[in-house]
């Protein structure tokens, strides 16, 4: 069962923007790094993007200078900007956020289709 709520996603050309947002509705969660994964058809889960409890970022390279994530710890929420978006972007992005006790808490993946 998801434990992250996902909004976001859908269709959107090769170029275009898109949006995904995620938040955590448990009222006493406190956070040690939020993050989106991806995974492409036939392939592994993948890191794209993640911030810590105090800020530092991380990106994987195939979506640095693209991408944008930004969390709001006081939210239990994180959200990912994707601008320039290439067919190979096209995956399922499942939301993730680690609690304070090492916990893993994930969304229930969401579909981002880039079409040529």
């Known amino acids: 069962q998801a434990q992250l709520v996902e909004s976001g996603g859908g269709l959107v050309q090769a170029g275009g923007s898109m949006r995904l947002s995620c938040v955590n509705p448990q009222r006493f969660f406190r956070n040690d790094g939020m993050g989106w994964y991806r995974q492409a058809p036939g392939k592994q889960r993948e890191l794209v993007a993640t911030i810590s409890s105090g800020g530092s970022i991380k990106y994987a390279d195939s979506v640095k200078g693209r991408f944008t994530i930004s969390g709001d710890n006081a939210e239990n929420s994180v959200s990912l900007q994707m601008n320039n978006l290439r067919t190979e972007d096209t995956a399922v992005y499942y939301c993730?956020?680690?609690?304070?006790?090492?916990?893993?808490?994930w969304g229930q993946g969401i579909q981002v289709t880039v079409s040529s």
């Open positions: 993730h956020m680690r609690s304070i006790f090492e916990v893993d808490f």
